[in-house]
């Protein structure tokens, strides 16, 4: 937190950060328990992109290792036969940024990748193929 106040800022300001502490700290309650909240995370799932298709799929999926490690056999037995190709970046963390042309309308949109590098990670090893 205070990384972020001082590059948003520029400076120390305590009353910034006690504001951001009390906001990470009852914000969970908030989302889950207040209708404004469950509203907000319900915006929130309908204004974000998972998917895009530019002839090709880009997503961020989640899953245990297991099903990772099921994932990748499958998309390997297809790119074995041909039939596709494809980069992946497993990554433990994510990333959320957000473009707003106007809050009030809703407006905005936002896009998940893998921290770490995610789609560009994974479309370097889709080109090195």
Known sequence: MNDEMRTKLG???????LKNWF?????KYYLKNTASGK????KLVELTDTLTIDGR??????GTPQQRKSLSSYLDHLEEKGKIKYGLHVSEQ???????RDMT??????FVDG???GYT???NQLKNK
């Open 39 to 42: 509203n907000y995370l319900q």
């Open 105 to 110: 309308k809703n407006d905005h949109i936002h």
């Open 23 to 27: 906001t990470m700290t009852f914000g």
């Open 57 to 62: 799929i880009n997503t961020v999926i989640t």
């Open 94 to 100: 994510s990333v959320m940024s957000c473009y707003v």
């Open 11 to 17: 400076k120390y300001d305590g009353f910034y950060l």
């Open 121 to 123: 990670k994974a479309a």
């Open 115 to 117: 921290a770490g590098g």
